[in-house]
């Protein structure tokens, strides 16, 4: 495995109130998954700047979402809204996320490991650039795209979502942004109710595919490579980022599509040969959803090894 591995420990230290599915076991169980793989590089993630995150948030969503931390009673919670909370250590937590984001492209666009995985959460492609949603404080994937092209003078970035559910907050970024193509694949209906086929953004830089309940995992792929494929190699962007959400897997509690371990490794070689032939190989890929632990783990690792080889 040739992958660099992005890690934030600072992930384990985000507790959240008892039920929710975004919770510290998670990060455990894909963490221990990606050990299990041979080879690849690991390294520690850092903390984002404020100037880095309001790239893509204002900053008065940067300092409520930080104040609300540090308001946060001594093993408690504060929420910000109905299924996102925070505690004193979710500002940690939060900035390393985004910070993994960050470092990866660092690393890519500075020509070592060429394919990186941010291993990091709470998620981020439902936060929008004033308001948290869905477990979300911060985009990573948004704020790392903008990093791509204001820090490198890069002209185009792409922003492939495999979640189940559509990323609002990232779709945001290619609205206002025509050097973002954006693509979700995605179930509807189903939370958070954005993502409709047919939308195509201001610039054409937009590309939503929906799928029932119960879609095949067959259906999935061959849409992605008829759809997705062509629009990205016609779009041609310079590096390519994805928000790996693994819960359109079939044992997943909060989806009802059915992907197979199998499927996640199939569609991450399909990516990075797309990103071998005009994106310089250069890949970065942050985990966002998939709340089934065992399921989530053994989807990570699938992807992380299709990222190593294209097919």
């Not at 500075?110 to 985009?139: I, K, S, T, W, Y």
């Not at 032939?277 to 970065?284: K, P």
Request: charged share 20%; hydrophobic share 40%; proline share 5%.
């Amino acid at each position: 495995m040739s992958v660099l591995i992005v890690d934030s420990p600072a992930s384990a230290g985000h507790a959240v109130p008892p039920d929710n599915p975004e919770h510290p076991g998670r990060y455990a169980a894909v963490r221990r998954a990606l050990q299990q793989l041979s080879g690849g590089e690991w390294i520690e993630s850092r903390s984002a700047t404020r100037d880095e995150l309001e790239r893509f948030h204002t900053p008065g969503h940067v300092e409520r979402v930080l104040s609300a931390c540090a308001a946060a009673e001594e093993g408690g919670w504060h929420g910000l809204d109905w299924d996102t909370h925070v505690q004193q250590s979710s500002a940690a937590a939060g900035l390393h996320a985004a910070g993994a984001a960050l470092e990866a492209v660092d690393r890519v666009m500075a020509g070592g490991p060429r394919q990186a995985f941010c291993l990091a959460r709470p998620p981020g492609h439902h936060a929008e650039p004033d308001r948290v949603m869905g477990f979300c404080l911060f985009n990573s994937v948004a704020i790392a795209a903008l990093h791509a092209l204001e820090a490198y003078g890069l002209g185009r970035v792409a922003i492939i979502d495999i979640d189940v559910h559509h990323g609002n907050g990232s779709q945001c970024l290619a609205e206002r942004d025509e050097r973002v193509f954006f693509s979700s694949l995605h179930q509807a209906p189903l939370y958070p109710g954005t993502g409709r086929e047919g939308e195509t953004g201001l610039n054409g830089n937009v590309l939503n595919l929906t799928f029932a309940d119960n879609s095949s995992s067959a259906l999935w792929r061959q849409r992605f490579e008829a759809e997705v494929l062509p629009v990205l190699a016609r779009f041609r962007p310079e590096v390519i980022l994805v928000s790996a959400g693994f819960d359109a897997h079939e044992a997943d509690p909060l989806g009802g599509l059915n992907l197979t371990d199998a499927d996640y490794g199939w569609v991450a070689g399909k990516i990075r040969a797309s990103a071998d032939e005009f994106a310089h190989s250069r890949l970065v890929s942050v985990l966002e959803g998939g709340y089934d632990c065992p399921a989530l783990g053994r989807a990570a690792a699938a992807f992380v090894s299709g990222l190593s080889s294209a097919p």
